[in-house]
C-alpha cells in the first residue's frame, strides 16, 4: 500500500535559514520540493564533478582489491581523501613505469630469443679489430649458401621458417636479408631481470591492493560527505524567495506516521511558521510504499517499473502472487526450486545485509517453484508420473492430455492459457475499481463494460463447457452480457462527449482490444513453452549420464560410469538452472509490466519518497 503523506509549508526569516536545514536534516523524515533551475545546476557542478571523481574512484579501488584476498587488514581512518587519491596515483605510476620496463624487457628477449646467450665483448673486440659483424634473417628458402663462402654467414639458429645468421668480414655485407640491430644485452641475463621485474610487479599490485581495500572506508566517508553536501545545495537553492528575500517559503512532504514528530519540534521554534495538511491525489507527492514482510520482496519489480501516482494504487501486492506464480510455471521443477530455496539461505549468510532482500525473494520464489514443480510433477527432469510413487500423489499432479472439441491437448498448456485469462481478467477487474476511486463511477462506465464482456462471457463459456448451465442459456447470457456492455463501451463511455463520438472512440476501443486481447493471452503459453523446454533439457542430461554410467558399467566396477554421471548430472542441471531461472525472470517480468499493467490501467509515474536527511549519520546508526 502507499503511505498516507502530509504536506508541509515552512517559512523561514532568511538568517535562519541555514539553522532551519540543519534541524530538518537532522530530522530526517521529510522530502523537500526542490525547484530546477539553471542557476542551481551551475552553483553545484563544482560539487557534482568531484563526487564523481570520488565514486569513479572508488569503482577503481574496489575492482583492486578485490584481485587479492585482502581480509584482516586495518583501515586507514585517519587518512584523508586527498591523501588516498595521491597515493593511489603514485601507485597506478608505479604500475605503469613497471608495465612498460617489462613490456621493453620482453621486446628484448624476444629479439634475442633466436640467437640464444653471447658474449658481447667478444664481439666488440672483433669491431675494434676491424672485422664487422652482421646480423641477419631471411625465410629459410632465400638463404643463399654461396654467402657462406663469400661473407664468412654462419647459420645460427632456424625458427618458424626463418633463417637466422651472421655475416663476419672487413666490409660491410650488401646482401638480400633483413639486417637486425639487436639490443646489446645478455640474453641469460634479461631473463634474470625479466624475472625480478614481475614478481615486482606481482608485490606492488598486492601493496596496491591491500592498500585499497584498507582506504576503500576512507573514499566511502568522503562520497557521503559529498552526498550531504550536493543534498543540502538542492535544497538550500530549493527555496523560494519572499519579500524581497527577506523570507524564505519551502514545500516538503513526511509520512503520516512521523508528521507529529515533525511538528511537535517546529512548535517549538519561534523563528519558523508552518502549515500542515493531508496530502490530496492532485498534489502529486512523493510515494512510500509500505507492505508486509512477504509482499516487501516484490517491490523491487515495482520500482523497475515506475513508483505509482499518489492517486493510484500500490500494484505490489496484487502482482506479487501472479509474478510467483509465473516463476514457478516457466522453471516447472520441484528439484529446481528446492535448490534455489537452500542456495537462498547459504547465500543470505555470506552476503551484506542490503542483499539479504534478494536472498529472501529467491527462497520465497524457489518456494513457489517447488510448489508448482510439484503439481506439475517434475524433480531434477524426472517426470514423477511414471515412478513408484502412490497413486494418490499422481492424481494430484497437472501432467498428461485432456480431450477438447474432439482433439487432444497438453493440460500443462491449458493450464497455462486459464492462468492467463485469469490474469487479465483479473486485472481489468483492477482497473475498473481503481478507475472508479480516482473518477467516480459515471467516468469508469466504459471499464466496467469491457470487464463486464469479457470476464461474463469467459465465466458463461466455462459453466457451459463444465455442462453447468445448457447451451441455451448460455446463448442468453451472451446476448445480454453483449447488450449491457455495448451500453458502457459505445454509448457512455464519456458523459461529456456526445454520442457519436463515444461511439467512435468505443470503436477504435473495440479494435485495439480485438488485436491486443488475444495476442495477450497467447503469450501466456511462454509459461507452457518455457517449463516444457526446461523438464525436457533436464531430462536429456539424466539420460546422457545413465547412457555414460551404462556404457562403462564393466570398468572398474562401474566407478568411473558413475563419476561421469555424476559430473554429466551436477554439470547439465546446473546449466540447465541457470538458463531457467534467467527466462523464467525475465519472462515472468514481461508478463506483468506488459500484460498486466497494461490491461489494469497503471501508469508508474510516481515520485519516489526520498527524505533530506544526512547520508553519514543514517549510515553511522545502522552500523551501530
Known sequence: MIAKMNKFTFLIYHKDYETFLEKLRDLGVVHVEVRQSGEMEESMRPAMQKYVAYKTLLKDMSACAAQYACTGLRTSGSSSIEKVKADYDAFCAQLQAQTANLSTLDKEIKALEPWGSFDWSKLDALQDNGWNVQFFSCPERNFNDAWQDEYNAIVINKKEGQCYFVTIGQQTASIDA????LPHEDYAKLLVQKEENEKLLEDTRRSMSEYCARAIPVVESAIAAMQDEIDLMKVRLGGEPKADGALILLEGWAPSENSPAVQSMFEQCDDVYFEMRPAEKEDNAPIKLKNNRITR???????MYGLPDYGEFDPTPLL???YALFFGLCLGDAGYGLFLVLLGFFLKKKVSKSMQGIMNLLITLGVAATVVGAVLGTFFGVDLVKTDIPQAWK???ISGEVEIGGKM????MILALVVGMIHICFAMTVKAVCSTVRYGFK???SDWGWLLLVGGSVSVATLKFLDLIPAEAAKIAYYVIGGISAVGIFLLNNLHRNVFMNAGAGLWTTYNMATGLMGDLLSYLRLYALGLAGGLLGGVFNDLGMQAQSGMSNILWG???WIVCGLIFVCGHALNIALSCLSAYVHSIRLTF?????NSGYDGRGTMYKPFSSFQKTENKEIN
Open 594 to 598: 506488459v500484460e498486466y499493467f497494461k
Open 409 to 412: 491437448y497438453y493440460k500443462t
Open 178 to 181: 633483413e639486417a637486425l640491430h
Open 320 to 322: 506479487a502472487p501472479f
Open 443 to 445: 467516468n469508469s462506465l
Open 559 to 561: 566407478i568411473p560410469g
Open 297 to 303: 520482496l516484490f517491490e523491487t519489480l515495482t520500482r
Open 395 to 397: 492424481d494430484f499432479m
